[in-house]
């Protein structure tokens, strides 16, 4: 029997997926903290602190809190890293 035959074939792979960079509001926090990062947070500063490729898309997550009054610009948001974003004085701005 051929080998194609042979091998399983488990599921697909949809070619349409897209796969974000996930960053968790604890992490910008900390880069707040040891002052990387002021009051804006754009595509460019997460690839030049390497959290992002330039390629990638970023998707902000909410694990953690944060304090500091950021301006972020990313992809998406989950609605609780918008609402703890909002509620400490910033802006999240989708791409």
């Not at 194609?4 to 509001?25: A, M």
């Not at 602190?49 to 902000?60: E, G, P, T, W, Y």
Request: hydrophobic letters at 40%; proline letters at 2%; charged letters at 30%.
């Amino acid at each position: 029997m051929p080998l194609q035959r042979r091998v399983p074939k488990f599921g697909f792979t949809n070619i349409n997926r897209k796969e974000y960079r996930g960053i968790n509001l604890d992490t910008l926090q900390e880069l707040a903290d040891k002052g990387s990062i002021k009051n804006e947070v754009s595509l460019e500063d997460l690839v030049a602190l390497r959290l992002a490729r330039k390629s990638d898309l970023v998707k902000i997550l909410g694990r953690g809190e944060i304090k500091a009054s950021l301006k972020i610009s990313a992809h998406k948001f989950t609605a609780t890293a918008k609402a703890a974003i909002e509620a400490a004085g910033g802006e999240a701005i989708s791409l």
